[in-house]
């Protein structure tokens, strides 16, 4: 129970990564408050989990109250904030030269502006007393895959931010960390594997990229994250975590 009475917002926390490291930090004896789009979904992990040690803020992290009010209900029903992480994100994939500019603005409002919210929001209330962030960046932040340059672009932004944010914050003895994962069989992911024509070749295809040879559990990433968060990692701060299965060591 590495987080026993720790209180914890975790963004996008209704599905893949987020659910997993939801589950992993109440596991870990944390309390949570989830932020997320989707109202029913919230409800129903709520229901399922329990409300004496998880809440929900329903909106999407681009707007521009919603890091307030997920650091206030944090604040009102588990105590002071320790953890943050920054979950939330949307992929995108489009040609480059005729990705327009709306889309552009709309892939860096969720992937770099929302989560700096966050952060900002979180640092303040963290000031002092310290506490742990974990930016959720990806595998395009440092490597590039076909027709992802906009999307690995938001996430770069967000690692550079990881580290900026670590040296600034450390007087506060706030660590701000980063972890990278790879292709990570999520419902998303497998939305966008049963649409191509030969859904089961297409997935054997992508996990023979990977060197271990399969797509990443969601649970393996919520794992990095919480170590990230624990005391464990009281000497790292400013380091981005690759859970790639060897994708970028290549």
Do not use: H
Not at 93 to 119: I, Q, W
Not at 128 to 154: C, E, F, M, P, W
Request: include cysteine; glycine fraction near 8%.
């Amino acid at each position: 129970m590495r987080l026993e009475g720790r209180c914890a917002i975790v963004t996008g926390a209704t599905q893949g990564i987020g659910l997993a490291t939801t589950q992993r930090l109440l596991d870990e004896g944390a309390r949570v408050v989830m932020v997320a789009r989707n109202r029913e979904r919230c409800e129903g992990v709520v229901a399922e989990l329990g409300e004496e040690r998880v809440a929900f803020v329903a909106a999407s992290i681009d707007d521009a109250g919603t890091a307030a009010a997920a650091v206030t209900l944090a604040q009102e029903r588990f105590g002071p904030l320790d953890i943050l992480v920054n979950n939330a994100g949307m992929d995108y994939t489009s040609d480059l030269l005729t990705t327009p500019m709306a889309d552009v603005e709309l892939v860096f409002a969720v992937n770099f502006f929302g989560a700096l919210r966050m952060l900002q929001a979180a640092a303040l209330a963290m000031a002092g007393r310290g506490g742990s962030i974990v930016n959720v960046t990806s595998q395009q932040a440092n490597v590039y895959v076909d027709s992802l340059a906009v999307y690995g672009a938001s996430k770069a932004a967000l690692q550079t931010l990881t580290r900026g944010a670590a040296v600034e914050l450390a007087p506060q003895r706030i660590r701000v960390n980063a972890v990278a994962p790879g292709l990570t069989d999520t419902p998303m992911i497998t939305t966008w594997v049963d649409d191509q024509a030969d859904p089961v070749a297409f997935r054997a295809a992508e996990a023979a990229r990977i060197p271990i040879g399969r797509l990443i559990d969601p649970g393996e990433v919520a794992a990095a994250i919480a170590y990230l968060a624990s005391d464990e990692a009281a000497s790292v701060t400013g380091a981005s975590l690759a859970v790639d299965g060897g994708y970028t060591a290549r």
